[in-house]
């Protein structure tokens, strides 16, 4: 049989939603048909499931923070390294299970004000807030909500605006014809100078050249350092 992308592609579905029950039953929909008829080439199917291995984890990150302690791509293929195709096969679903399994466990353990902030920031992002007016949206002290904050996320709350702002500002980028100046107000910046040199330091671009480029070639085509992937 062929490798079934469609099955994985429905791993990364159900992640992209936050759905870490669905992500669960979609991999071991995956690895059953892959038990069921496992013709794949050994080495094919090594690299196949190391690569979806790799996107899961990029994808848990991106929803939950770096602070879940998710392995990295050296630990995720020593996990698949050898084996009959049957044991490599078991060995992605034990390590996609894991990988779940740790973030619900940080994520359980993250104090509520910190998923709160985080919360709010995704709503109000395009607001002018700070770590400040976070911490009294959740009734918390500044200085405990960033202890939490980089406790539960890996980052600070101050970071996350930053960057939460950023991908806004890149969307509107990219999907919009708005001046570059209504773009950073939209995005919460108070400052066009403030944003400018936020979008340069996290994307290597200016806004401008940033939206040329991902209007001609996808934003997911453009890289931080100006060039165009193929």
């Known amino acids: 049989m062929s490798y079934p992308s469609a099955l994985e592609d429905r791993i990364h579905q159900r992640l992209a939603l936050g759905d870490l029950e669905g992500a669960c039953r979609a991999s071991a929909r995956l690895a059953q048909a892959l038990r069921a008829a496992p013709a794949v080439a050994p080495g094919v199917l090594l690299a196949l499931l190391h690569c979806c291995l790799w996107t899961v984890r990029q994808s848990?990150?991106?929803?939950?923070?770096?602070?879940?302690?998710?392995?990295?791509?050296?630990?995720?293929?020593?996990?698949?390294?050898?084996?009959?195709?049957?044991?490599?096969?078991?060995?992605?679903?034990?390590?996609?299970?894991?990988?779940?399994?740790?973030?619900?466990?940080?994520?359980?353990?993250?104090?509520?004000?910190?998923?709160?902030?985080?919360?709010?920031?995704?709503?109000?992002?395009?607001?002018?807030?700070?770590?400040?007016?976070?911490?009294?949206?959740?009734?918390?002290?500044?200085?405990?909500?960033?202890?939490?904050?980089?406790?539960?996320?890996?980052?600070?709350?101050?970071?996350?605006?930053?960057?939460?702002?950023?991908?806004?500002?890149?969307?509107?980028?990219?999907?919009t014809h708005l001046p570059v100046k209504t773009v950073a107000h939209q995005s919460g910046f108070a400052t066009y100078r403030t944003f400018l040199r936020n979008f340069r330091g996290l994307t290597g671009l200016s806004p401008r050249r940033y939206r040329r480029l991902s209007q001609q070639h996808g934003p997911a085509a453009t890289s931080a350092d100006g060039r165009v992937s193929r």
């Not at 101050?158 to 991908?167: H, P, T």
């Open 60 to 175: 848990l990150e991106s929803l939950y923070g770096n602070g879940s302690g998710l392995p990295r791509r050296e630990t995720l293929a020593r996990a698949l390294a050898g084996g009959s195709e049957a044991e490599v096969v078991d060995r992605y679903e034990r390590a996609v299970d894991r990988m779940i399994e740790r973030v619900r466990r940080a994520d359980a353990r993250a104090a509520c004000p910190a998923r709160r902030a985080r919360g709010f920031v995704d709503t109000n992002v395009g607001r002018p807030i700070s770590t400040a007016s976070v911490a009294r949206a959740v009734a918390c002290s500044e200085t405990h909500l960033c202890v939490l904050f980089r406790e539960a996320y890996g980052t600070t709350v101050g970071n996350y605006i930053r960057r939460r702002r950023i991908e806004r500002a890149k969307a509107l980028l990219a999907a």
